[in-house]
């Protein structure tokens, strides 16, 4: 999380609760809350259990974000952590703006993270991470894929102890005027699409993008 709360004031100084739509282990949630009343909807099970067990004071709730309905509105809606970036289908996009606007009032703020712009590399990049396992060497590549707008990011991770694992990424990719369609036709008026806590136009690879309800 960068700048949720500035951007929150800025636009919705009011605002006193907060959904958050694909919370994953509740990392954004547990900092979010300590500004607002918050709620949390994850789709995996395993993660709704770690942030249960790892963030015991957070509400979160198992769900689907292309289909929950709470039964309540909130001041904020949030999807954070390249979360929509994980819905590929144009139709499921659709159900989960739906679902914001069924969460939503007139002025509600919804706050989006997601992937605007592909990353492209002619050449593996190499990085260092330290995780639980120890510090890990890994060499990442990178495939954009035009027509289906997907970017697919191959790691290989190499351990000091020798252990090697591979995963990979996929993120669809929704450029801004995309974005304002999807929202202007749920119902929310998209006020800007930027970098950071909101200074300046994003050119990628993923921006915020900021609406309010109808």
């Known amino acids: 999380m960068s700048g ?3 951007l929150v004031d800025r636009h919705r ?3 006193r609760t907060l959904l958050d739509l694909g919370c994953g282990t509740g990392r954004d949630l547990e900092l979010l809350a300590h500004y607002f009343d918050c709620i949390g909807v994850e789709l995996q099970p395993g993660l709704v259990d770690y942030a249960r067990r790892t963030r015991p004071g957070l509400d979160i709730r198992l769900g689907d974000m292309r289909t929950i309905r709470l039964d309540h509105t909130a001041d904020v809606l949030t999807c954070l952590g390249n979360s929509l970036s994980y819905v590929y289908d144009n139709q499921d996009i659709q159900a989960v703006f739906r679902t914001f606007a069924a ?4 002025g509600t703020l919804l706050i989006l993270c997601c992937s605007v712009a592909p990353i492209e590399r002619d050449e593996p990049q190499e990085t260092e991470v330290e995780t639980g396992s120890g ?3 890994v060499t990442i590549t990178y495939e954009w894929d035009l027509r289906a707008q997907m970017n697919t990011m191959r790691r290989h991770w190499v351990f000091n ?6 995963d990979v990424i996929r993120r669809r990719v929704l450029g801004p005027r995309e974005l304002e ?3 202007a036709l749920a119902g929310f008026d998209v006020l800007q699409i930027t970098d ?3 200074v300046g136009t994003s050119h990628g690879p993923t921006a915020y993008t900021v609406a309010r309800f109808r």
């Open 181 to 183: 369609l999807y929202a």
């Open 13 to 15: 100084p009011d605002a």
């Open 161 to 166: 102890s020798g252990e090697e694992t591979r």
């Open 4 to 6: 949720e709360p500035q």
């Open 135 to 137: 510090t890990a060497q």
């Open 103 to 106: 969460h939503a009032r007139p």
């Open 196 to 198: 950071g806590i909101g």
